[in-house]
């Protein structure tokens, strides 16, 4: 559970010299929907690789696109079903492609295949089509025959059937993740990692029987499989590997694996995703173990990938791995930014405000680097992080460490894209506030993801004997307040200019106003008028400000003002500020080292869940006038290798040209894996 998800991108344009961009007449710009903008990244610094490497970032790039359909059915069983119907009634539609309804069915597809699913990706909300059911159904009925994403013997009129109610009514598969822990979270949640019937009661015990509280390795039970009922009732795991759950996708991917080991840039990296492969094969999550420590400790290679079952947040219990893949290479530049924090990592430690017994005597291989995306997979696209920390397991990163990594172009691509939207002059209360963002904010935001991943996450120890699930569904915003009050407390430390970082100390105020900003206030323009805070970062970050504002009270530290009918957050004492910064810091930590849920549940339901209407009126209003997407998300660039009259790779350069549609039905042209029996 170790990601940044960017938070609304202000529009800050920062020092040029501190980007990489290639071409500054890139355009980053590609599709625009509903609530969505697809943008597109460059990969700078490309061009200047190794054949070898290049030919390592094209295999793995492909085992990177072999796995889409795992992600679409692991969101939901009748994904990729919907998926296959939608896409040849588009390509197929005879009629007027400007008619209402379907420029309203377009939109849909469009969101769908943003959602890898028929759910919204970050509000989890199943997607409502505005064309109608009678447009649908005739349409699949027009459809010929060998079109029709069915097993044999049944015809459209079944399609229709089983997609109809899953596509328009409201009430089935509502959400794809539910947290409302007063319900039972398994069986109202419309992922696929449990089969139909089986109750959260249920999983918790069968995983209950079979962990070990004593045991100091433990694998990441359910990480690889389904848990689902037989026909006698019985629970049975059904696990992901080459000849189980998800095998023809997973083949493709290990044919891909193994074209990059046979160009792997040292035995480091070939051991690594040999390992990979004998999981794949095997299902083993020892062997998945072996390959998270070889591969944390491989820090010397340039090409670097994840590949796998790894972000366990769309299971309502978070323990079942999303499969997703980023393919990248090493930014050597902005890794010496990133190595000065990660060489630092035991003095982060021993000098954090948190009680000594929670701290860690030694911090172990925390490793840093900035990195250049060049591809992404699975649940990794096409929204994306900004930032990674893996291995997931706790013990790994206690005695083998972890790797974190910040994706600079990605950060990059969000601020281009971002400039002259309007958005400071909106919402930054007065112009010093607004020069101190435009001077400071691209840093230190990139330094929050280097802290927040390198040493955040990484940072403190569980008390023995304690759980690692014990905080259960408030687990994953705690753990990412965590991080981000790490990074945070820390922005504003003077060993940062010590080591060289940041060359002015009053830099870390532009984060944190930014991050009041957020927390309090923009980030409701994510959240449709009525509901709550649902996603896990956006309640850490809502905690983080509303306890601030709380506990400052007295002071003033922080306040919400009016200045012509408009509130903005007015910061008066960013020192005090940096303090409570640090007194929740050492609570948050308490709570995990001790495993104290019902602590934890206190914080999540008084700060992190509800929202004041009126404000989050006022901000969707004021937003409403921006045009500012509150989401976005990217479209990969295209490989093309080169081959010489052997069939040799002789060079491969990437295309920036496709347009998002043109993407998504290559992809489900070129790379479908998984048939009609996939659920
Ligand atoms: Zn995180």
Redesign the pocket.
Same mark, same amino acid.
């Given at each position: 559970? *170790? *990601?940044?998800?960017p938070a609304l991108v202000l529009g800050a344009m920062v020092g040029l010299q501190a980007h990489a961009a290639e071409n500054k007449d890139f355009n980053y710009h590609v599709d625009r929907f509903a609530d969505i903008e697809v943008l597109r990244y460059e990969v700078p610094g490309f061009k200047d690789l190794s054949l070898q490497q290049k030919k390592m970032l094209y295999y793995l790039s492909q085992a990177a696109q072999m796995g889409r359909d795992i992600i679409w059915d692991q969101n939901g069983r009748y994904n990729l079903k919907i998926r296959k119907t939608l896409e040849n009634i588009y390509t197929n539609y005879k009629g007027d492609r400007n008619s209402k309804d379907f420029k309203a069915f377009e939109k849909y597809l469009k969101l769908v295949w943003f959602g890898n699913g028929i759910h919204h990706h970050y509000s989890n909300d199943k997607f409502t089509p505005e064309f109608s059911r009678e447009f649908f159904e005739e349409q699949v009925r027009a459809l010929p025959a060998d079109m029709l994403p069915v097993c044999k013997g049944k015809d459209a009129q079944h399609l229709i059937d089983v997609l109809a109610p899953v596509i328009f009514d409201p009430t089935v598969m509502a959400k794809k993740v539910n947290q409302d822990g007063t319900q039972d979270i398994v069986a109202t949640s419309a992922g696929n990692f449990y089969g139909p019937g089986v109750t959260q009661a249920e999983v918790e015990e069968y995983f209950a029987k079979m962990k070990d509280p004593n045991d100091p390795t433990p694998i990441s039970y359910g990480l690889n499989s389904k848990l689902v009922k037989d026909k006698d009732g019985n629970l049975k795991e059904l696990h992901y590997h080459l000849n189980g759950l998800y095998g023809p996708a997973i083949a493709k991917i290990i044919y891909w694996l193994d074209m990059a080991k046979n160009v792997a840039e040292n035995d480091a990296q070939k051991a690594y995703i040999t390992k990979l492969i004998d999981y794949y094969i095997t299902g083993d999550l020892r062997l998945f173990d072996e390959y998270s420590i070889l591969w944390a400790e491989d820090t010397k290679s340039d090409v670097d990938f994840v590949n796998g079952f790894i972000e366990s947040y769309s299971d309502p219990l978070g323990m079942t791995g999303s499969w997703e893949s980023y393919v990248n290479f090493k930014n050597k530049k902005s890794s010496e930014r990133t190595e000065a924090i990660s060489n630092n990592a035991q003095w982060f430690e021993s000098n954090s405000p948190v009680d000594p017994k929670f701290r860690k005597e030694n911090v172990k291989g925390v490793s840093a680097k900035a990195i250049t995306a060049a591809m992404l997979g699975g649940d990794a696209f096409p929204s994306t !992080?900004i /930032?990674i &920390?893996l291995p997931n397991a706790n013990w790994i990163r206690a005695s083998h460490g972890s790797k974190s990594v910040t994706i600079e172009n990605i950060t990059e691509a969000y601020e281009m894209a971002s400039h002259g939207n309007g958005f400071n002059e909106e919402f930054v209360i007065d112009a010093p506030t607004r020069k101190l963002l435009e001077d400071y904010l691209y840093i230190t935001d990139m330094l929050h993801t280097d802290l +927040? #991943?390198c040493l /955040? +996450?990484a940072s403190g120890k569980l008390l023995p004997g304690v759980d690692p699930d014990a905080l259960k569904e408030n687990g994953s915003a705690l #753990? #990412?307040a965590r !991080?981000?009050l790490f990074a945070l407390y820390y922005l504003a430390d003077p060993k940062l200019q010590e080591i060289g970082v940041l060359d002015n100390p009053e830099a870390y105020k532009a984060e944190y106003y930014k991050f009041m900003l957020n927390g309090l206030m923009t980030q409701l323009n994510r959240i449709e008028l009525g509901k709550d805070v649902e996603e896990a +970062?956006m309640r &850490?970050r809502q905690l983080i400000a509303k306890w601030i504002l709380e506990h400052g009270k007295k002071d003033k530290v922080v306040q919400l003002v009016k200045k012509g009918g408009k509130t903005y957050v007015k910061i008066n004492d960013y020192k005090k500020m940096r303090d409570l910064i640090g007194q929740l810091l050492g609570e948050i930590q308490r709570i995990k080292s001790e495993g104290d849920y019902a602590a934890g549940k206190k914080l999540i339901d008084t700060y992190a869940v509800k929202i004041d209407p009126k404000l989050h009126k006022e901000v969707l209003n004021r937003f409403s006038k921006l045009d500012i997407p509150p989401y976005r998300g990217f479209v990969n660039p295209v490989f093309r290798p080169a081959y010489d009259k052997n069939g040799e790779i002789i060079d491969v350069t990437l295309d920036y040209t496709e347009s998002y549609t043109d993407q998504m039905l290559r992809l489900s042209r070129d790379y479908s894996t998984l048939g009609c029996s996939a659920h």
């Open positions: 559970m *170790k *990601k940044v998800i !992080a /930032g &920390n +927040h #991943e /955040g +996450h #753990e #990412e !991080a981000d +970062h &850490n």
